[in-house]
């Protein structure tokens, strides 16, 4: 079986849903770049979006955009993974 995944990388949560809704119909999994995100709040993302979710946080030497603690990085991954 195959399987789409799309990735979704902006730079508020309101236009990640939005971008959510569209895609939702057509994806198994919607990726969420969090190192494109301004602000992070994982909660509303993952109870917003029904669609199964992978995290990504990708910093600058791997072509992301976060340029901050790598602590903080890994720390936001390991938040995704306790909600679920």
Known sequence: MKRICTSIGRKS???VLEQAKLVSSISDVI??????????ELISLVESIQTELLFT???????????GDEEKRVGFLLEAM???
């Open 13 to 15: 949560v309101h236009d």
């Open 57 to 67: 946080n990708r910093p600058i030497w791997e072509g992301g955009q976060w340029s």
């Open 31 to 40: 990726e969420v770049r969090l190192d494109m995100l301004e602000e992070i």
């Open 82 to 84: 306790r909600l679920g």
